[in-house]
Each structure stands twice: as structure tokens, then as C-alpha cells.
């Protein structure tokens, strides 16, 4: 007798499936089950136990020459040694790893070949911001009856077709003789919707099986499943609500612009004349008000909002200083362009790191990758003193950033900023970026506090423009650059130059630098 135990197989193994049939003339079971992990990995691995009987008239054990697997370890298999366990029955094991869905694809196909019982197996990941979708299909078509487990060149050696030996004397076997059974483990949460054959199990996976023998009919295969990110999809609502309301802020106030250009549009004016007919001098025009000037409460702002890079972290553009020339160095492939975008859609949660470090090119291990990264990003000299001064006058710190979740909150527990920082607002947990709007928008509510009571500290001045457009104070962080070109900012200059005890001495007018 011999049955089956497969996580995944190729050809020879199916062929010596039907060797050992011939050689014991009993049923055979033909179990293939495929394990997916979250990044879209897996493994690929069979067990065929034998007993006795079979094992005799098919294997040698003291002689490896005799095993015919050598063509699977070449295809790349990790083939055991066959084991007599104290039955007398022989485990022979076989395990191939897949890194990629289109690696599944090419293993999938040694099973059977194009023409064999286990057809057009497909793996899909499809990645969106806070969830990871999964779908597995297939078919199983037992219609090509004992030809499908064989080719020419076994035919060949054995002189006439499979069939015609197993079904005569003495085997005198049958189609439904021989079982195929696939079973499929995906991770996330099971998506009824397009899924047959799931099962429970203890693992709490989505789990499907389907089973049918030679002398049945085609059978599909569907399994989907989905994993989510719980505190991603609140974010992702915040910010879908948040973008709402700016654009209905937006709108009100071009209604009130518009409404108030024609209530204020004047007749034509003739400049007075004197009493010998001569026109006089019109009076000096006052300078024009800030559109949103910076709010000074009487206690000061209430919470201060650093960016990340170039602020909070020394390097301000983290791309050209820092991650080009470290993809560079461990082998990138991918063009200075390339890396740029790649870590702009990483930036807004469309990539994992393991992604992106695979995306541009650079091989390693992506957690090991990412340490040696990170290691190379240094505070802002004077934050944390200035941190501490804002927690020990009652005023929150928060950061909004542009950056990789992942990396955010590995480089924020690297230098011990827990406590010192909180909220985080990162556009890798919202899926969007300054100088975006819905990105403030997060910040005013997780921080339960109105624009004008949050000060935002930044290095770049659109992302203060489009902050002062919604109501927040804003700080340009800049150890050189020239007040005129604050566009109306306040400016920082570095945190060790900022006595902060109360948050009104930040900026105390439009343009001006912070006190000494």
C-alpha cells in the first residue's frame, strides 16, 4: 500500500507515485496542499509514505543510486533521504521554497506538466493601503485518466502505456483507485465571496481542500482571503473624512470671497480737488494683513507638530543624503529615479520594506536591511532638550511626517522618543503626504485641538503654506535660511537657540527669528 502526504511535488515524484502502484497494485492517494505566508512566500514540500511491500519493489535503501530523485534535487528540491520508520513503512520527503507568485506558478506546473491532472495554478497578491488581499486558483482535471501521470519516456522504458499494465492482470486497477486531493492555507481572514471548499481548522487560517479520483469530473480550485490593518483602516477614514471637510472648507470660503468681492465692488472714484481745482494727493495705502496670521494665544500654543526629516532627524532630504547612497552601496539596481519613486509609494503604505528593498534591487535579509538603514539617521541636536522642555510646560509634542510607517516607529523606539512624542502622524499609516490637507487634518483630530492652537515646525516651506492655509501656527526650521524668503513664516533656527518655556516665544511675528 502507499499513500501520499504532499505539500507540493514535481513530475518525478508523480511518476514514482505510479511506479510504486505498478509494483504494489493498491490504492494511491495524490495529496497536494500549498502553505501561503503574509508576503506572498511559501513552501513547497512532499511526503510519500510507502509500506513494505512497495518499498521492496521499488527502493534500494542501501544503494542511493537506485532512488530516482536525483533529476528533483537538480530542479532545485530538497530531497531526504528515504526513512524506514520501525512499521517497516518508508518516508521519502521533498520541499522546494517559493519567493515569488510567479515561482509558485513555475513549481505548480512541475507537478504534472501542461498536460497533467493539476492545471493552471495561480497565486495573487494584491497590495492597497491598510489590507493584503490574497487568491489562489486552480484546477484539478482527473479527464485525462492514467495518462496524466506519465510522459513518452516512461512509456517508453516500460514498452507499452501505463494504462494497459495497471489495468491488466494481476494490478487490475481502476480509475477511482487513485485520489488527488489539494488542500490550500492562505493567511488573513477567509473571503467567502469567490471561495469554494474552505474548511475550519485549528490554525484559524483560511483553509480549503478539494478532493476527486481519476474517474471523476473537473473540479476548481478558489480559495481568497484578505488581512487587514485595523489601526491603518481608522487612519485611512480619518483621512478620507479629513479631505472631505477641507474641500468643503475650501469651497466656503470661495463662496465668501466671491460674495464678498461683489458686495465691496465700488463705484468709480474722482479724486477730490482743492479750492484752486487741483487734485490732492491720494492718502498712503496701509501694508497689506497676512491672508492667516500666526496665532499668539495668551498662553501660547498648546501643541507643537515637528516634521521628521530635516527637523526632528538631522537629514533634511533623507533621499539624496541618505538612501540613495545606501541602496547604492549594498547593489542596487534600480536607477536614482526608480528609488525615488519606489520610496514615495513605501511613503504612503502602497509597499512594505521587504518590497521595496526587492523592488530596487538590493538582496538581504529586509529586517537586517532596514537596521543598518536606519542606524545612519541622527536627532537634530538640541530636540530632545527642547522636547523636554515642551512636556515639562504642559504642551504636547506630536510629528507629522512623510515617511515609512515601519520605519517611523523602529526610528522613533531607536531614540527613545515614545515619550517624549505622541500622536504620530505618518503618511505611511494614512496614505497621504504633505503638503496634502487631509494629512493636517489627522493632526487637528487625533490631537483633539483646533489649528490655531498647534504650531507646525517644518523645513519645507509648502508644507507650512499649506498648513497657514488651514488656520495652523508654523515655524520655519532653518539654521541659514534668509528671514525674507520665509514667505511670512515664522523661523527657527536650531533648538538649541529656542528658550521655550512658554510656546509664544516659538515666533512672535510674522518673520521673525526665535529668541535667543
Not at 499609516?429 to 489649528?451: C, I, M, Q
Request: proline letters at 4%; a negative charge; hydrophobic letters at 40%.
Amino acid at each position: 500500500m502507499l499513500r501520499g502526504r504532499t505539500n507540493a511535488q514535481g513530475r518525478s515524484l508523480i511518476l514514482l507515485l505510479l511506479a510504486a502502484v505498478l509494483a504494489t497494485a493498491c490504492n494511491a492517494e495524490f495529496d497536494v496542499s500549498i502553505v501561503v505566508e503574509e508576503d506572498g512566500s511559501g513552501i513547497v514540500a512532499t511526503e510519500i509514505l510507502l509500506d513494505q511491500e512497495a518499498t521492496e519493489g521499488l527502493l534500494d535503501l542501501g544503494d542511493d543510486a537506485t532512488l530516482p530523485l536525483s533529476d528533483l534535487a537538480q530542479a532545485g528540491w530538497d530531497v531526504g533521504r528515504p526513512v524506514q520508520e520501525s512499521t517497516g513503512e518508508t518516508m521519502i520527503r521533498a520541499e522546494k521554497a517559493f519567493g515569488t507568485t510567479a515561482q509558485f506558478a513555475e513549481i505548480m506546473g512541475e507537478l504534472s506538466g501542461d498536460d497533467g491532472i493539476i492545471r493552471d495554478f495561480a497565486l495573487v497578491r494584491t497590495q492597497s493601503f491598510g489590507r493584503v488581499d490574497y487568491a489562489l486558483t486552480g484546477t484539478i482535471d482527473p479527464t485525462g485518466g492514467f495518462a496524466a501521470f506519465t510522459d513518452d519516456d516512461l512509456e517508453a522504458a516500460l514498452g507499452r502505456t501505463l494504462e494497459s499494465i495497471v489495468t491488466a492482470d494481476p494490478y487490475n486497477a481502476s480509475l477511482g483507485d487513485v485520489t488527488v486531493e489539494v488542500t490550500v492555507m492562505l493567511p488573513g481572514e477567509l473571503q467567502e465571496d469567490g471561495s469554494t471548499g474552505a474548511v475550519e481548522n485549528e490554525q484559524q487560517r483560511p483553509l480549503g481542500v478539494w478532493r476527486t479520483d481519476l474517474d471523476g469530473q473537473p473540479v476548481d480550485v478558489a480559495l481568497r482571503s484578505a488581512r487587514r490593518s485595523t489601526s491603518a483602516q481608522v487612519l485611512r477614514g480619518v483621512a478620507v473624512v479629513a479631505a472631505v471637510l477641507a474641500a468643503l472648507v475650501a469651497f466656503g470660503q470661495l463662496l465668501r470671497i466671491v460674495g464678498s468681492r461683489r458686495r465691496r465692488k465700488p463705484a468709480a472714484k474722482v479724486r477730490p480737488t482743492d479750492a484752486r481745482g487741483r487734485r490732492s494727493e491720494p492718502t498712503p495705502a496701509r501694508a497689506p494683513e497676512p491672508a492667516v496670521p500666526i496665532h499668539q494665544g495668551s498662553s501660547g500654543y498648546r501643541v507643537v507638530a515637528l516634521d521628521g526629516m530635516g527637523v526632528l532627524y538631522r537629514e533634511g532630504n533623507d533621499m539624496t543624503e541618505l538612501l540613495i547612497p545606501f541602496a547604492r552601496k549594498r547593489g542596487a539596481t534600480a536607477s536614482d529615479e526608480e528609488i525615488v519613486l519606489k520610496a514615495r509609494l513605501l511613503s504612503l503604505g502602497r509597499m512594505t520594506p521587504a518590497d521595496f528593498w526587492k523592488a530596487i534591487g538590493v538582496d538581504g535579509d529586509p529586517n537586517e536591511l532596514d537596521a543598518a538603514y536606519l542606524a545612519s539617521h541622527q536627532l537634530m541636536p538640541g530636540v530632545v532638550r527642547y522636547l523636554r522642555a515642551l512636556r515639562d510646560s504642559g504642551v504636547r509634542a506630536a510629528c507629522i511626517t512623510n515617511d515609512c510607517a515601519a520605519w517611523a516607529m523602529k526610528l522613533r523606539a531607536g531614540h527613545s522618543l515614545e515619550g517624549l512624542i505622541d500622536p504620530w502622524v505618518v503618511s505611511g499609516s494614512v496614505g497621504v503626504r504633505k503638503p496634502d490637507a487631509p494629512l493636517f487634518e489627522v493632526l487637528r483630530r487625533v490631537t483633539g485641538e483646533p489649528p490655531s492652537s498647534i504650531l507646525v515646525i517644518d523645513d519645507d516651506l509648502a508644507n507650512l503654506d499649506a498648513a497657514r492655509d488651514l488656520g495652523f501656527g508654523t515655524a520655519w526650521f532653518s539654521a541659514h535660511g534668509d528671514r525674507a524668503d520665509a514667505r511670512g513664516h515664522g523661523v527657527v533656527r536650531s533648538f538649541d537657540a529656542v528658550n521655550v518655556v512658554d510656546t509664544k516665544d516659538v515666533v512672535l511675528e510674522e518673520g521673525a527669528e526665535a529668541k535667543d
